[in-house]
């Protein structure tokens, strides 16, 4: 049994099946539990009986804290099933540059045991657009894609950030 849940602005595709979990594009729901509510339901039928091998395939533009504290829990049931003995393996995609969804999947390898494979990919368009930032609460300063700054504004969270430079690739 598979579950399919297509694309939506501010969620991503998801497909679950026997060995593969992907998940892609934005995760910032609304309301993260009623979202996740048949995810979660079908993942805790799927670890009580796991393949031999477990793909996690996650590629995200972003991601809200929600979201982030919401897939690191759910991360935490497949490493329990890791330390069990079941294979498994997390592809953790990104794009070039993108130093925050990077540092994400970053925390999120320390917390679990299950390997992590990084795969950063390329912006496909010509002239690629970076943003230099400083986090006002945490101090640190990074490289943001363009999309992933407008997505920060459009969610009110510009004014936890300094724009310190913008970068013509």
Known sequence: MS???EESFDTPYIHLENGLIKMEG??????ILIFFKSVNKWIEGYLKK??????????????????????CD??????EKYLEGFDMK???????????VQEIG?????MIEIPFEYIVKETLT????????KNRLTGKTGEIS?????TIKRNGHERDFELLETIKL
């Open 74 to 79: 759910t991360l935490k049931l497949f490493n």
């Open 146 to 150: 363009l999309k992933y700054w407008e």
């Open 126 to 133: 010509k002239e690629r657009k970076r943003i230099k930032v």
């Open 3 to 5: 579950l399919t849940i």
């Open 106 to 110: 970053d925390d999120l390898e320390s």
């Open 26 to 31: 934005q995760l910032m729901p609304e309301n």
């Open 50 to 71: 796991p393949a031999k091998f477990t793909k996690i395939d996650l590629n995200f533009s972003y991601l809200n804290s929600c979201s982030t504290k919401h897939l």
């Open 90 to 100: 997390i592809y953790w995609t990104y794009e070039e540059g993108d130093d925050t």
